[in-house]
């Protein structure tokens, strides 16, 4: 737990310029709400859920992070600022991801099953977002702020507007594409 505090501390001071100490950081709702999804998420998968769903309220009072303790989430989420973040159940986040304010990782309805978004390791999620249904969000990937994102997003590509549809690639990403011997990429049935 004390090697987990110290890389979740070591991050935010890394990613938030505002950090000026490692005792301003132990205040910030980023790392409560993700100290909580840790201690809500071990009792959900001891299914014991209603005890798992209470610390998860109590979490969210107290921060305004809405994290389902049934989500999965990697090392060094970064939620800056925070409030009215919202990550429903069957999300996923990967290491390293950045989200912002007011973004949702929902669902689209009431399907069973994986019904929420994956977001892999390194992707930023500008303010205000809605990443919606069981889609993905790829590797390095950015999601610009109040984006409406209801289709994949590639890895290393950026994603705009509403709906959000990709304005950016990186070097990267073609570069993996030429070794690959490919020289487009389809994306919703578009070249890029």
Known sequence: MIKFLKDEVRNIMSKDPAARSIYEVLLYPSLHAIINHRISRFFYKK??????????QIG???????????A??????FIDHG??????E???I???????????????GKDKGKRHPTVESGAIIGA?????????????????SNSVVLRDV???????????????????????????????????????
Request: hydrophobic share 40%; no cysteine; glycine share 14%.
């Open 90 to 92: 069957t999300a996923e």
């Open 154 to 192: 590639p890895s290393y590509t950026t994603a705009v507007g509403i709906p959000a549809k990709i304005i950016y690639k990186s070097r990267k990403i073609i570069d993996i594409m030429n070794h690959k011997g490919e020289d487009k990429y389809i994306y919703n049935d578009m070249v890029i």
């Open 47 to 56: 299914r014991l859920y209603f005890l798992a769903r209470l610390i998860s």
């Open 128 to 144: 205000g977002a809605k990443v919606l249904g069981p889609i993905v969000i790829g590797e390095n990937s950015k999601i610009g």
């Open 94 to 108: 990967g290491d390293d991801v950045t989200i912002y304010h007011g973004v949702t990782l929902g669902g689209t």
């Open 60 to 70: 969210r009072f107290i921060t305004g992070i809405e994290i389902h303790p049934g």
């Open 72 to 77: 999965t989430i990697g090392r060094r989420l």
């Open 83 to 88: 409030m009215g973040v919202v990550i429903g």
